[in-house]
């Protein structure tokens, strides 16, 4: 069995202030795989796609995301975070560049949204591992228990309202819509191939080979508190992101004619905004005894979801906003609560692994939209939203019943980063 060693500062020299430059291309990677989103209208209305094929486009994604996820997380833990994080950049650049010069059609489209969710699942896993890792000494010795949650989080949510904000402002007010958001990224995101090669590696290994299926197995996956109480929630987190801001401008595309672009990247930055600012007061409902962070965030998107299917009911833009503050505030509830669980659920040696799967679960509550517009009709808007609405009210109810029984009451519950509890 090969061992991990998380380096202290023994084969590289520590330096302080390096989770920035991290920091940065998970916002640049996040940028990239949002980018696209509310750009949906445009090549419905200018390109002429179909309803079904803009939400193909949006959920594509998630087939370059999910193994990418899985496969950098675990490779990470084994040869290092910085290669893999210089290959989810390297992806970044390259799938802009194939929306930039595809010239909207189906197959650039398809092939940069594909390297997107290589970019983001790569630069997620072993990003948010790598900034938790250099959030504590030798690296930063001012840093708490949950800062690396807190910033991996607040670089996701902030990159992917930046590209939204870019994106959609471009489109709205200028013609070059279709080209001009990915060349910004390029330019952007070029200079942090150079950057990331100085930023001290926290991973070494001790040489021992592994087969080709232990280097991609995550054994604290199996863990029970992960089981039943994290791949519950996980899904929802980016189902709501989906609902919000990917498949509400186009039920509302009518009601928004002649500034749909601007509206959907308004939602984007509004569900997203909220995400980044809610994250402190996650860190305070987060509890190691119990599961009561994913509960609200459930709650919370059960909520959103009904104030979602009022403003489908009213045509309503207005209330549209309303149900991006709400599911901006459950996401960013969520998405640190999540991370924190996964945190002190992983072992030292799984933490990327356990954390690729974790955010794999999550997008793919991104499929949502396309799963709704598929199946629309024969079923109504509203009443599969109201379907949605009941699972998710059933899912905390699941997590509120079930936690303890996962936290035997003779196994005290982990209270530090990579602490495992009970399996």
């Excluded at 002190?344 to 679960?361: D, K, Q, S």
Aim: overall charge positive; hydrophobic content about 55%; proline content about 5%.
């Amino acid at each position: 069995m090969s061992r991990r060693v998380a380096s202290r500062g023994s084969a590289n020299r520590p330096a302080a202030g390096a989770w920035p430059v991290v920091f940065c291309a998970l916002f640049a990677c996040s940028w990239c795989g949002n980018q696209f989103s509310p750009l949906l209208l445009m090549y419905e209305n200018v390109e002429h796609y179909s309803t079904v094929d803009v939400n193909a486009f949006l959920g594509v994604y998630v087939f370059g995301l999910a193994p990418a996820l899985l496969a950098a997380g675990a490779l990470s833990d084994r040869f290092g975070r910085r290669p893999l994080m210089i290959v989810a950049v390297v992806s970044s650049l390259a799938a802009s560049l194939s929306l930039l010069l595809g010239e909207a059609n189906v197959a650039g489209i398809y092939v940069g949204r594909l390297l997107s969710g290589v970019a983001v699942g790569a630069a997620m896993s072993v990003g948010t591992s790598w900034i938790k890792e250099l959030s504590r000494a030798p690296f930063d010795d001012d840093a708490d228990v949950g800062s690396g949650a807190r910033r991996s989080s607040l670089a996701f949510t902030a990159g992917s309202a930046t590209g939204a904000l870019v994106a959609g402002g471009i489109a709205q007010f200028t013609a070059w819509g279709e080209e001009l958001p990915f060349a910004v990224h390029v330019v952007m995101t070029a200079p942090l191939l150079f950057l990331i090669r100085r930023v001290p590696e926290t991973v070494r290994w001790d040489g021992v080979k592994l087969g080709f299926r232990d280097r991609f197995r995550v054994p604290s996956a199996s863990h029970r508190r992960f089981t039943r109480v994290v791949v519950v929630a996980a899904p929802w987190l980016f189902a709501a992101a989906a609902l919000a801001y990917g498949y509400l401008p186009v039920l509302l595309a009518d009601r928004t004619a002649g500034w749909g672009l601007g509206y959907a990247a308004i939602l984007s930055v509004v569900t997203l905004g909220v995400a980044s600012l809610v994250q402190p007061l996650a860190k305070r409902i987060d509890s190691t005894s119990n599961a009561r962070g994913l509960v609200v965030c459930l709650a919370g998107i059960t909520g959103g979801i009904l104030v979602l299917t009022l403003a489908v009911v009213y045509s309503s833009p207005v209330i549209g906003l309303v149900a991006a503050v709400v599911f901006g505030i459950a996401m960013g509830i969520g998405l640190v609560s999540g991370l924190l669980e996964v945190q002190r659920i992983a072992p030292e040696r799984e933490l990327a692994g356990l954390t690729g799967v974790f955010y794999a679960l999550a997008y793919a509550g991104f499929l949502t939209p396309t799963l709704l517009a598929a199946i629309t009709p024969p079923l109504t808007t509203v009443g599969l939203f109201l379907g949605l609405a009941v699972l998710a009210c059933a899912s905390a109810a699941v997590i509120m019943l079930s936690y303890r029984k996962h936290l035997p009451e003779n196994e005290a519950p982990a209270n530090s980063i990579g602490q495992v509890a009970s399996r």
